[in-house]
């Protein structure tokens, strides 16, 4: 382990210093031009960079990644994880700035890419609770329909004879497809881009649903019919507790796909949010906030998907 720390925390100095190099040559650069610049006024002054947030992030990823090197997973896992996402940033900081191999505004160095968070906080606040208000509408809404519809076609014969067959064709459509008639019909955007997370859930989730309750041992739903429970009970006491931690297990997936689709929503009409916060900088070329966008949507989900995790070890516990 004190192997792969040395590497990260050498990775990490190679950064520092590479980001240090290339502040003096800016400093540099600035002096020689200074005269030219104030003799010019229309001259294009040279914007000055902020590396603080890089360094932060950077230091913050080497103490994440010996927390987890110091825990029970897969060691080695974590250190070549964090070997690589070292050696791609400072990648990544040689292209864009000592060699300048890619283009200004579609490589912009990460120092200024992470500096976004710094200086637009606020519009990333903002959207970022914007985004969520309306992935949690969409799942308070699809997650227990499919889950009481679902049972209730797994119990019931005839319900599910006419339910399963339309769930399997709407199933595997994209609801993104549904996104510029659901947009035209709605009242509002955020309703729409509500619905188009519903229907996004409810149809796998319905199918997955009704398949667990059909693998359902047999013992288990003659004993309850010995106990002459009526459909209700049988859903709300017996089916959905036993397919709880099964849905939980499969929440990764679905939250993952759901925020997907509320991007691409979001993307096309939306004043608020993460896709409307990538797709405007985007129109304007901004591309060093586009980027900071991304790495924000990517934080999110991941950050999201420890929600299931905890619940699966909760229910597993329960179970």
Known sequence: MKRHIAVH??????????ICSNLQAL??????????????PGGAMLTSRHPGMFLGVTILLELIVCLRLRGRGDRQSVADVGCLLFF????????ATTLRAGHPILCPPPEAVFDVFRSQWKLMLRGMGSSLQLLGAGFAIALPL???????????????GVTVPVARVMAPVPAIIYAPYIIAIMP???SAAAMVIVLGIFWPAFLQTVNRVLAMDREILDNARMLSLSSAEMIFQV??????????????VTLSTSFMLLILAEMMGA?????????NFADYANYTNVLAGIILVG?????????????ERYMKCWR
């Open 9 to 18: 925390m050498l990775f990490v100095l190679l950064i520092v210093l590479t």
């Open 27 to 40: 400093q540099g650069v600035r002096v020689a031009v200074s005269g030219l610049t104030a003799a010019s």
């Open 88 to 95: 791609a940033l400072l990648v990544w900081e040689l292209i």
């Open 146 to 160: 499919s889950l009481v519809l679902g049972a209730l076609a797994g119990w019931n014969r005839r319900f599910r």
């Open 188 to 190: 509002t955007f955020r």
């Open 239 to 252: 089916l959905i507790p036993w397919m709880l931690p099964g849905v939980v297990a499969g929440l990764r």
């Open 271 to 279: 004043t608020s949010g993460l896709g409307y916060f990538i797709k």
């Open 299 to 311: 934080c999110v989900v991941n950050v999201l998907n420890l929600i299931p995790a905890l619940l």
